[in-house]
């Protein structure tokens, strides 16, 4: 199935986006959320099989072998909704353990209808589930979940993947509180994060020598020109992805390796660049343990369980709210 045509309204935001990113004195950026059109989807699951990338290796590994220990934490009956629709490949371990219980409602919320389409096609294979796609921003999504959910129902949030990792850490937090609050006592969230590992580890996973990567971030480019109509030459552009000791993350940037400027008609902005400016492009935060069972804490639940990959060191926690 093919995703259809940008709306005007998602098109007019993404301009804004970009006008506002581009437009910044000191450190020009660009939301990372607009890597996933269907070019950049596909070189993300690209990235999500190279060695160097352990990553959704490891999140498939825990969740594929925890499925029955997951589920035990969690009496029936439960609805699960998840963040982002995922691939079945991953969640269907999760699912097939909740639906040899009993009948299992799911619904993915997700903001792409090809990503959602993609989602049912895998996971339609399962006996007694009902797939209920919700094309909505997470918040508004997880809302309609908490409005159809029947009185005995718990609902099982799953948020994977280490997509948290793109919040810094404050707005990580904030997002926690808000899905807490549209939960009830007993419901629960199992959140993947990926954890604090060596920067000779951590750099080749995201500037690999395949140079996978590298096409993902500039695609960020390359969907510009297609959507907006701008004229980035990609070849004066260079990947970069560092780790910030500091504040514990791997930040992707594009470099400019000459001074130009780009024109950008349906954003009406012309961009100047230096040599060696950077457009920030990504961060994707490392955690530890104990602080993930913290912000659970702060968040208003209580941290029940936790799974680590020793592989490639990554956790999933279970979340119940207190
Ligand atoms: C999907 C956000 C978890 O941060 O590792 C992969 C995205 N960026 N390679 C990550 C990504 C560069 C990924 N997340």
């Keep these: 199935m093919t995703a259809p045509e940008p709306t005007e309204n998602s098109t007019a935001q993404f301009a804004r986006d970009v006008r506002s990113g581009l437009s910044n004195k000191d450190q020009k950026t660009l939301p990372a959320k607009y890597f996933y059109d269907d070019v950049g989807s596909a070189l993300f699951e690209a990235i999500s099989v190279l060695p160097e990338y352990g990553l959704t290796r490891a999140d498939e590994h825990l969740l594929r072998v925890h499925a029955d220990a997951m589920a035990a934490r969690i009496p029936p009956p439960v609805v699960v909704s998840e963040l982002g629709s995922g691939t079945g490949k991953k ?11 009993r009948p299992t409602v799911y619904y993915p919320i997700e903001i792409s209808s090809g990503a959602l389409a993609r989602c049912e096609a895998d996971l339609r294979l399962l006996d007694s589930i009902s797939i209920v796609g919700l094309q909505r921003d997470y918040l ?35 997002f926690l509180r808000r899905v807490r609050e549209i939960l ?15 920067a000779s580890q951590l750099i ?18 390359a969907r510009i020109n297609r959507e907006l109509g701008a004229n980035f030459e990609l070849k004066h552009f260079q990947h970069i992805a560092r780790f910030n000791q500091l504040e514990r993350r791997i930040e992707m940037h594009l470099r400019s390796t000459i001074p130009q400027t780009v024109s950008i008609p349906k954003a009406g902005i012309a961009v100047t660049f230096r040599e060696d400016e950077t457009i920030w492009t990504e961060s994707s935060y490392k955690y ?15 941290c029940d369980a936790q799974w680590v990959d020793e592989e490639w060191t990554f956790a999933e926690s279970l979340f119940i709210v207190r």
């Design 204 to 221: 080749p996973a995201y500037d690999d020598p395949q140079g996978v990567t590298a096409a993902f971030n500039l695609n960020l480019l």
């Design 184 to 198: 009830q006592p007993g419901d629960s969230l199992l959140l993947g994060t990926d954890l604090e590992k060596p």
């Design 288 to 302: 530890n343990l104990e602080e993930v069972a913290r912000m659970a804490t702060q968040a208003g639940f209580i």
């Design 140 to 174: 508004d999504g997880l809302r309609e979940v908490a409005a159809r959910r029947a009185t005995a129902e718990h609902i099982l949030v799953l948020f994977l993947g280490s997509s948290i990792g793109n919040f810094d850490r404050n707005a990580s937090e904030r």
């Design 91 to 101: 969640t269907g371990w999760l699912l097939k353990t909740f639906c040899q219980r």
